[in-house]
């Protein structure tokens, strides 16, 4: 298995093992966002979405992408042959953003105790010539070598499918032989960086503007002339059923069904929503839409016209621009995602302003914005803002909080109704009623135990203390644990209360735990832990209220192996990949609530599995 390995420079490495994927994260979370900014057709987005997807996640999980003393490693893998194309695209995307950002990740990587070698060249040299140049052929991302004296057998590829260059439409075959002969790139993100520096453009392939046919013009003459009504809903939130774009034409047949519409564009199960079912949006009662992963230069003008909408999931939708005033014109809006946006993306005041709003996250920037703090919040994220809030923060009465470290007091947050609570350093005094925590450190503070309702835990920790089994009203724990080692996690052993454990073992070879005294669990999820069945916990088979056990792939015939053990076993590292705290306590808090339904927008999977 060949593939290709993307190096770059630092001349100062990160300390230690978390650190380095700690940077190693950051490093990715930078490239890939400008990645997914750049690119604007399907074609690319079919390689970023699927192939680039998993070499990343894969990579991070199973070290083959690491970061050392000399460099940040990236590697693109062929699969046995079968990926080469996509293998050195994608090398070619990762240096382009990785030049074009430099003294953007040269900032993000200081705080980890690393610092950038020599830029290994320019972006316009990059830019200049590329050896595997990519091209179109048709909707599809061709991906070839250069040639100075390439002729019609010359090959390409098209996912795992080769071609000679005979078979381009003769009208544009000449097109594509300069590139190849002259190794001139036309990827989305080389059209899009020369535009941005000034230089000339490689040719794209001229395509003649398509003609309606009568028919079709005619009915949408007559869409546009007698645009239908809003239909009266059918559904509450608390009783609406999600609807997605797989369902189509039933969407379309049944508008006033559609309250809850999740929209998401997911690799693994997403469709791209058609400009008829756009159109229709307006004649629909939606009062709760998502639309994770939409790439959008700016969101659609039909959103603003939902009067009835509460709830609007815009996470990962990238928009450059963020908001116009136009936003304000949701009247009814109650909570917004705004989460894993441009950071060059500004969201206009008319957001803040919207009376009804109570719930927002991802809002970003170094203050909270003017009028914001002045809603009737709560829940919000203030992992952003690094300074101490106004008077206005202090008095904030949220039920959840997310990331208040430096913006509010221990004592600011103790005297909230908070039920979750999101934080690396803030303390509660005993008694105080919260009901989800999350925390991230080396240990979870002794103070935890002095919370008589908390029921549901999730850690980032290095280990678990000794103590932890006296929260016997614990009923879910969630542990992030990278290279835990011998005895890091033997405390769950003695969690005889638990209904659900999530144990994310990054980079552990083996789990010599042994959980069958957990004779209450219904829900079992590993991932990022042993590849073979004999190195999981004992015990999982003999739980006798076993529901689910969810993993992520296990090493050759080992998945078959889980399986004949456990009946329950699913086998999907999608399913399990997102747990984060709020999608935690979303899925715990009520049906038809803002936090259940933006946790739902995020990740489809698991929710009513809890």
């Known amino acids: 298995m060949g593939g290709s390995v993307y190096f770059i420079p630092l001349a100062r490495g990160p300390a230690d093992g978390p650190t380095r994927e ?17 690119a604007k057709k399907k074609g690319l987005r079919d390689i970023t979405g699927a192939y680039l997807a998993m ?44 030049l074009e950002m430099w003294d953007v990740l040269a900032e993000r990587i200081r705080p980890y105790g690393a610092e950038l070698g020599p830029k290994p060249r320019t972006l316009e040299d990059a830019l200049a010539k590329n050896p595997d140049p990519i091209f179109y052929f048709g909707t599809k991302l061709a991906v070839t070598t250069q040639n100075p004296t390439a002729g019609d057998d010359h090959e390409f590829r098209v996912f795992d499918s080769v071609y000679p260059l005979s078979k381009v439409p003769a009208a544009d075959r000449e097109r594509v032989r300069g590139l190849i002969r002259e190794g001139r790139c036309a990827c989305d993100l080389c059209q899009s960086l020369r535009q941005k520096l000034g230089l000339p453009l490689a040719p794209e392939a001229a395509r003649p503007p398509k003609r309606a046919k009568p028919k079709a013009a005619a009915a949408q003459e007559g869409t546009r002339a007698a645009a239908p009504a809003r239909a009266a809903p059918a559904f509450d939130l608390a009783s609406a059923p999600v609807r997605t774009a797989l369902e189509g034409k039933a969407l379309l047949a049944s508008p006033g ?73 949701l009247g009814k809006l109650r909570a917004i995602d705004l989460g894993w946006n441009s950071s060059s993306a500004t969201w206009d005041p008319a957001l803040f302003r919207i009376p009804s709003l109570e ?135 003695r969690m005889s209360s638990l209904r659900r454990l999530g144990l994310f073992a990054h ?31 004992r015990g999982i088979a003999t739980l006798p209220a076993l529901r689910r056990f969810f993993t992520s792939m296990l090493g050759a015939g080992e998945d078959a192996k889980a399986k ?34 933006l946790a739902r927008f995020r990740n489809e999977h698991w929710l009513d599995d809890l």
């Open 257 to 329: 069904e559609v309250v809850i519409l999740d929209l998401a564009e997911r690799w693994f199960a997403g469709k791209k929503v058609s400009p008829t079912l756009r159109r229709a949006l307006p004649s629909m009662p939606i009062r709760a839409l998502g639309l994770y992963h939409q790439r959008m230069r700016d969101l659609w003008p039909e959103v603003y016209e939902l009067a009835d909408l509460e709830i609007l999931s815009l996470y990962d939708t990238s928009l450059p621009r963020g908001l116009p005033p136009d936003i304000g014109r």
């Open 359 to 493: 719930g927002v996250l991802g809002v970003g920037g170094d203050d909270p914005p003017p009028d914001l703090l002045a809603r009737p919040l709560s829940f919000l994220d203030m992992g952003a803002w690094r300074r101490p809030g106004p008077k206005a923060a202090r008095e904030l009465r949220l039920e959840a909080a997310i990331y208040p470290d430096g913006f509010l007091t221990s004592e600011d947050v103790a005297r909230m109704p908070l039920r979750f609570l999101w934080t690396t350093k803030a303390a509660l005094p005993e008694g105080n009623p919260l009901e989800t925590l999350a925390l991230d450190g080396d240990e979870p503070p002794r103070w935890i135990a002095g919370l008589p309702a908390l029921r549901h835990l999730h850690l980032s920790v290095k280990r678990l203390p000794d103590w932890l089994p006296e929260l016997s009203g614990l009923e879910t724990l969630v542990v992030h644990m990278h290279g835990a080692t011998e005895g890091a996690l033997r405390p769950l052993e």
């Open 564 to 597: 004949r053990a456990v009946a329950a076993t699913v086998i999907d590292g999608n399913v399990i990949r997102l747990w984060n705290p709020f999608d935690l306590y979303g899925a715990l808090s009520p049906p038809g609530s803002a936090a259940r339904l």
């Open 507 to 537: 980079q552990a070879a083996s789990l010599p735990l042994d959980l069958s005294g957990l004779e209450r669990l219904e829900l079992l999820a590993i991932s990022d832990g042993p590849k073979r069945w004999a190195d999981m916990p």
């Open 55 to 98: 070499e990343s996640s894969d990579g991070i999980r199973d070290g083959s992408w690491f970061a050392d003393e000399g460099n940040i490693t990236l590697s693109f893998g062929d699969a046995a042959g079968l990926c080469v194309g996509e293998a050195d695209a994608s090398y070619h995307w990762a240096e382009l953003v990785t």
């Open 22 to 38: 700690a940077l190693l994260e950051t490093t990715w979370g930078v490239l890939a966002r400008r990645i997914d900014s750049l």
